[in-house]
């Protein structure tokens, strides 16, 4: 136990799926596992394991951001072993060509956070995905846009076209937990991978999806994630 999860060791499967949100962490366990059994509930950032064919699988809710993202991934990696952290979630469009609904899968992520610089100092390091996960995902998802993103730490930008500049560099999509994530598995040897569903986008607003959608609309993203 941990003052964050209230599971016990070996209350968690060596591949844990981490979205943000709980009530997506519990859809996916109650959609997707067989016989999912809460392990934590402590604030309500609900975790849960059960069984995908026949694979023991896991579930671990987040939260918003990357400092809260980084007690969950440590604890996960450093306190309870697992070896595999699959991030599942939402992120902003960017790029002209990404869609709303369309599946990202993150190589590697950019950032207006500090937190790399208190790992290693005076470097402001770069992580990337665990590549031979990438590839399993894509067999699964072959029409998802690969490439960088950016997390953010600031939701509400002072400037409103930031994400101009980020754009015309090539950055996908913007969301606040893959550096985070990509940085903690570089740091403790273990694998992760970042794919998130296109919620929204800063030039088509019109079909931005509601919070219901963002729950459970992913659908597509889990199944494909789950295949690995």
């Not at 697992?82 to 899968?105: E, F, L, P």
């Not at 992580?127 to 894509?138: I, T």
């Not at 996908?172 to 694998?191: G, H, S």
Request: hydrophobic share 35%; proline share 4%.
């Amino acid at each position: 136990m941990t003052p964050h999860i209230e599971a016990k060791p070996g209350d968690y499967a060596d591949t844990v799926l981490l979205p943000g949100d709980p009530l997506r962490a519990k859809w996916i366990a109650e959609t997707y596992f067989d016989d999912p059994q809460q392990v934590n509930g402590v604030r309500n950032c609900l975790g849960y394991t059960g069984t995908y064919n026949g694979k023991q699988l896991s579930v671990q809710a987040g939260g918003m951001g990357m400092p809260s993202n980084a007690i969950y991934i440590t604890e996960l990696f450093k306190i309870y072993d697992v070896q595999t952290i699959i991030r599942v979630g939402s992120c902003g469009g960017i790029a002209k060509h990404v869609q709303v609904g369309d599946i990202v899968a993150a190589t590697t992520a950019s950032t207006d956070s500090a937190m790399g610089k208190q790992v290693v100092d005076h470097y402001q390091i770069s992580p990337s995905v665990d590549h031979k996960l990438l590839s399993n995902f894509l067999t699964h998802c072959p029409l998802a846009h690969v490439g960088s993103i950016v997390s953010n730490d600031y939701f509400y930008q002072p400037n409103e076209h930031w994400w101009r500049e980020l754009q015309a560099h090539g950055t996908l999509a913007v969301e606040m937990e893959t550096y985070i994530l990509y940085l903690l598995a570089a740091q403790f040897n273990r694998k992760a991978l970042s794919v998130n569903t296109v919620s929204d986008h800063f030039e088509n607003t019109d079909k931005n999806m509601t919070a219901k959608e963002r729950e459970t609309g992913f659908s597509d993203m889990i199944e494909a994630v789950l295949k690995i």
